[in-house]
């Protein structure tokens, strides 16, 4: 089973940067894709962006440009550095991975491990 920590969150102001860290123990990025989505009150859970084993790279369309997510292999951590935020992107950040399971990689039932998440509120 593999567990996800995630870190980094915290109050920033509109138009500031931010990077969230997510750590996995009982697997390892190189292995799996890796995603993250975000959820605001009162919202479902959207998917922000994600990581496949290869490196490459998908995003939201609302995110590209602004988000990146990367990978250090030897620290088993995968990021998330937001820019630009705005306050509506102010919501609970969680990573997750993707072992495989069929379907869509926006759709957060293909991911089957999650972390607890990390508040990120945005000030105007």
């Known amino acids: 089973q593999v567990q996800l920590v995630e870190s980094g969150g915290g109050l920033v102001q509109a138009g500031g940067s931010l990077t969230l860290s997510c750590s996995a123990s009982?697997?390892?990025?190189?292995?799996?894709?890796a995603g993250w989505f975000r959820q605001a009150p009162g919202k479902e859970r959207e998917f922000v962006g994600r990581?496949?084993?290869?490196?490459?790279?998908n995003y939201a369309d609302s995110m590209k440009g602004r988000f990146t997510v990367s990978r250090d292999k030897a620290k088993n951590t995968v990021y998330l550095q937001m820019n630009s935020v705005t306050p509506e992107d102010t919501a609970v950040y969680y990573c997750?991975?993707?072992?495989?399971?069929?379907?869509?990689?926006?759709?957060?039932?293909?991911?089957?491990?999650w972390g607890q998440g990390t508040h990120v509120p945005v000030s105007s």
């Open positions: 990581i496949k084993r290869t490196g490459t790279t």
């Open positions: 997750a991975v993707d072992r495989g399971r069929p379907g869509d990689y926006s759709s957060s039932s293909k991911y089957d491990s």
């Open positions: 009982g697997g390892t990025f190189s292995t799996y894709a």
